[in-house]
């Protein structure tokens, strides 16, 4: 079972480019979670996603970024317009499905992350 | 708003002794706690997780204890070893159907032989 895979590893970007980030969740697992490590701070979650819904967004920036977890395929963090001070990692984990009654929250597993560099 | 500390920033130890790496969180109210290790240049990888209503958890050489009460949790790293270098991250799961964890911002430990 091979584990959360992202990719590119490494991403370079111009000022103003487009940089898109893909996250494939572990088999089985429905929901995914981004997160965003800057240098010399702590990871810091940006967005919660199941399956064609955003669950929380609360920690994304208000523009230039967006998630989506589309019913097949990976989900995809799209920074639009990048600038220098997104420069950072991003990692992205999954969790499997919870069912209904119960009050487990499944550990979350995460990928090796994306390495963006804004030129 | 969770709020958690990890001390000591960096540690550098010789092979073979014990160590501690503190983490502690503001609100006690947390469904669970999770440890992480984090190689350079690579995700993190869990290495314990504490639910609220356990007091500690085990894995080999690790042991990492919740004390709720005092809003810290400690992680246990006996006979240390050159590959135990990385940095370790602590993440609270606050209560309140949250899934979200806050981060410290990690024990960057060096083990020398």
């Known amino acids: 079972n091979a584990g959360v895979m992202q990719n590119p590893r490494h991403l370079v970007r111009r000022r103003g480019q487009e940089a898109r980030l893909r996250c494939s969740p572990m088999k089985g697992h429905s929901h995914v979670y981004w997160y965003r490590q800057l240098p010399e701070e702590g990871l810091k979650f940006m967005v919660y996603?199941?399956?064609?819904?955003?669950?929380?967004e609360s920690g994304m920036p208000k523009e230039r970024f967006s998630a989506e977890f589309p019913k097949e395929g990976p989900s995809i963090l799209r920074i639009q317009q990048v600038v220098r001070g997104d420069s950072a990692a991003y990692f992205c984990a999954s969790s499997p499905p919870t069912f209904p009654g119960t009050t487990i929250r499944n550990t979350q597993y995460f990928g090796p992350g994306t390495r963006l560099t804004v030129l | 708003k969770q709020e958690v500390t990890q001390i000591p920033a960096a540690l550098s130890v010789p092979e073979g002794e014990n160590l501690v790496l503190n983490c502690s969180f503001t609100d006690s109210a947390i469904y669970n706690l999770q440890w992480f290790r984090q190689d350079p240049g690579k995700g993190l990888t869990s290495l314990l997780l504490?639910?609220?209503?356990?007091r500690e958890q085990t894995s080999g050489r690790l042991n990492a204890s919740l004390d709720k009460s005092s809003g810290r949790s400690t992680l246990y790293i006996a006979a240390s070893q050159p590959g135990d270098s990385a940095t370790y991250l602590c993440a609270a799961h606050t209560s309140g159907g949250s899934y979200i964890p806050t981060f410290g911002r990690g024990t960057s430990l060096i083990v020398h032989p």
């Open positions: 504490i639910q609220s209503s356990q």
């Open positions: 996603l199941q399956k064609e819904n955003i669950i929380d």
